[in-house]
């Protein structure tokens, strides 16, 4: 997909036009404003052109989240939720930094517009202390959302993960009509490690068996849930070539639940890039949520798997937001207690 203008005649509202397969077309429009309890996304000038000028990343995530967001009854109060993430977490991460380089913001939406997810990578850190400053600041702006915040269990969380001696270290914010937060690292593990981080789950003999099947692929990531008692664990294939790679990616589906549609795995594996990313999300009691993600999808592709996961997906607002967030991205395909859903993770 690529984009050629913008018509905006209203200045609450984003007019993309799109060329798609070589055909013009107005893809989107997307007005984002609705009276006093909206958000209008221009003032003196027009937001597409504030976000693509914007040196600030943050103003580009609040953009974006306002976009997304608001459709949910709680809309001011995600606002006023990712203000303190900004004060709290985003800022003081940057301030740290002795290169603002360093510093890597990411996005993360998907097809059904369930959930909006703010990622922070910082590398040459090991503190958390900044979610933790959040964690209990929101505690005092709305103590239903971190009532299930524990100390005790987050410095746990935060002992595993400095044990890693991780050279990233990293912070996400979940908003829609739950809100979440949480902690972990970007490392590789070692077996020691990865059986330490299983070791509460009753999930953790089946998660091994799909590994040793899988031809063991490399864990990259851990992260823990603030809120919640979910974790997760991302896994790296990439050693072979691309259908044996994407094959054994498969595998995660198929060893826990049942292989995909066959259309959604044809259109997967018509990506570009070779190595696949596996990921579980996962609570003492069982497996949450699987992934499978993958690099270079041709847009158009995007567009057929969301058709073909079926009702909820927006083909004009995907493609919107493809074209706010640029080509740096990773597609991924997730199965949920609520089915399948695909989603678009962003460097901004």
Known sequence: MGCNNIKCSDPNELNFTCTLNGTQTLVSSLNVSNGSTKPSLSTEVKAKFMFETSTDKFHKVKTLANLYLQKYNNFLKLQEIIGIWEIEVYDKLRNSMVNPGDLNLKVEIDSQENQFIIIIEADGLRKFDPIKSFCF???????????????????????????????????????????????????????????????????????????????????????????????????????????????????????????????????????????????????????????????????????????????????????????????NTEISINLTPNGLVMKRIADL
């Open 137 to 327: 600041e929101v505690e005092r702006f709305d103590n239903e959302i971190s009532s299930a915040f524990s100390y005790k269990k987050f410095q746990e969380n935060v002992n595993f993960l400095s044990s890693l001696s991780p050279l990233t270290i990293t912070f996400y914010l979940s908003l829609g009509e739950k809100v979440d937060c949480g902690i972990g690292v970007n490392k590789p593990l070692d077996r020691k490690s990865l059986t330490e981080f299983l070791s509460d789950s009753s999930e953790r003999l089946n998660i091994s068996r799909w590994c040793y099947s899988a031809g063991m692929p490399i864990p990259i990531s851990v992260q823990f849930s603030c809120f919640t008692q979910e974790k997760g664990c991302t896994f790296y294939i990439f050693d072979g070539d691309k259908d044996g790679n994407y094959s054994r990616g498969f595998t995660l589906f198929e060893y826990f639940v049942g292989p995909i549609p066959d259309d959604i795995r044809e259109l997967l594996s018509s990506a570009g890039g070779e190595e696949v990313k596996c990921s579980l999300s996962f609570e003492n009691n069982g497996v949450k949520s699987l992934s499978m993600g993958i690099k270079r999808l041709p847009s158009i592709r995007s567009i057929e798997i969301g058709k073909a996961i079926g009702d909820g997906f927006n083909p004009e607002r995907w493609s919107a937001y493809a074209y706010l967030l640029g080509s």
